[in-house]
C-alpha cells in the first residue's frame, strides 16, 4: 500500500486490527527486519528503477550527481588509501532516503500483488511499509508463509537480507489465547511475540490498547514538564504561543481520547 508518513502507516494498522477483531477473524503478520538496509540499496539498480519512473529530467540528474560515481579514500593518521568506488547505500539522515528506499524496496513487494489481502476501504492490503519498516499482512499463517518466502526471495536478488533476530510474527485475534504463528525464513523460525513496536507505536496481539495509553500519557506528562519554563514565561505572547502548540498538541491527545474511550466502550 502506497502511504506517506508513520502516521499514516499506524492508523491503517489500527483501523486492519479493529476491523478483524469486530469480524472476529484472525490476523495474521510479519514484521519484517532487513539487515543494514539502506547500506545495501545497489545504486545501479535503484537507478535503473529512477529511470523506469516518470521523474522529471532535471530532478533525476541531481539524484544521480549526488549518489553516482562517489568514492571514499581512508585516512590513517597522515596517510590516505587509494580512492574506493561507492556503490550501495543511501544516505542516512537525508529526508530522501526513505522515499528512495521505498522505490527500490517496491520491486520486492510488487511480487505479492496477486496475493489476496485484507479488505480495507476497498483495497485489499497485504503490506504496509513506511522506508525500512515493512509488515506482511495476512489472512492465514500459509499465506504469511507464502509471501515472507517470496519476499526474501526477491530481498536477496535485490541484495538484501532479512535480520532474523529481529524479524518477529504475530497473530491479532480476540481469542484469549493467540493462535500459533511458526512461519520460516531460510529454514529459521520466526519468533512469535504477543507486542511489538511498529513506528513508534506498541501493538499487541488483542483489543487492550492500554499499554500505548500508558506510555503515551508519560510521554506526554515528560514533555509538559521540559516546555514548563516556556509556558509560565509570562515575557512569552500567550497566543503566540498556543498558536504554535496548542492545535498541534490536541491533536495527538484527541486520538489517545478516541482510544481511551474505545477501550473503555470495550472493557
Not at 509471501?147 to 526471495?153: A, P, Y
Request: with cysteine.
Amino acid at each position: 500500500m502506497k502511504i506517506k508518513g508513520t502516521t499514516n502507516a499506524i492508523f491503517t494498522m489500527m483501523m486492519l486490527k479493529e476491523r478483524c477483531i469486530e469480524t472476529q477473524k484472525d490476523l495474521y503478520l510479519c514484521l519484517i527486519d532487513y539487515s543494514k538496509a539502506f547500506d545495501k540499496v545497489r545504486h545501479e539498480e535503484l537507478f535503473h528503477i529512477l529511470d523506469s519512473l516518470d521523474i522529471d529530467g532535471k530532478d533525476l540528474r541531481i539524484l544521480k550527481t549526488l549518489y553516482w560515481k562517489q568514492t571514499a579514500t581512508v585516512r590513517v593518521g597522515g596517510e590516505h588509501s587509494e580512492e574506493t568506488p561507492i556503490t550501495r547505500g543511501v544516505r542516512q539522515g537525508c529526508i530522501l532516503s526513505p522515499d528512495l528506499f521505498n522505490l527500490y524496496s517496491e520491486m520486492i513487494l510488487r511480487e505479492l500483488d496477486n496475493i489476496q489481502g485484507i479488505g480495507l476501504g476497498g483495497h485489499g492490503i497485504n503490506n504496509i511499509r513506511y522506508a525500512d519498516d515493512t509488515v506482511l499482512i495476512a489472512q492465514s499463517e500459509k499465506s504469511l508463509q507464502k509471501m515472507l518466502d517470496i519476499v526474501v526471495k526477491e530481498s536477496e536478488i535485490k541484495g538484501l537480507s532479512l535480520n532474523i533476530a529481529k524479524t518477529e510474527s504475530m497473530t491479532i485475534s480476540k481469542k484469549p489465547q493467540a493462535p500459533s504463528c511458526k512461519i520460516r525464513s531460510n529454514g529459521t523460525q520466526v519468533k512469535q511475540v504477543n507486542q511489538f513496536k511498529y513506528l513508534g507505536y506498541m501493538l499487541t496481539f488483542d483489543e487492550n490498547c492500554e499499554t500505548e495509553i500508558k506510555k503515551r500519557i508519560i510521554t506526554s506528562k515528560t514533555t509538559f514538564k521540559k516546555l514548563s519554563p516556556l509556558m509560565t514565561n509570562r515575557n512569552i505572547h500567550v497566543h503566540g504561543y498556543k498558536n504554535n502548540n496548542f492545535k498541534s498538541i490536541c491533536l495527538v491527545c484527541s486520538y489517545i481520547w478516541l482510544r481511551m474511550l474505545d477501550n473503555e466502550q470495550h472493557s
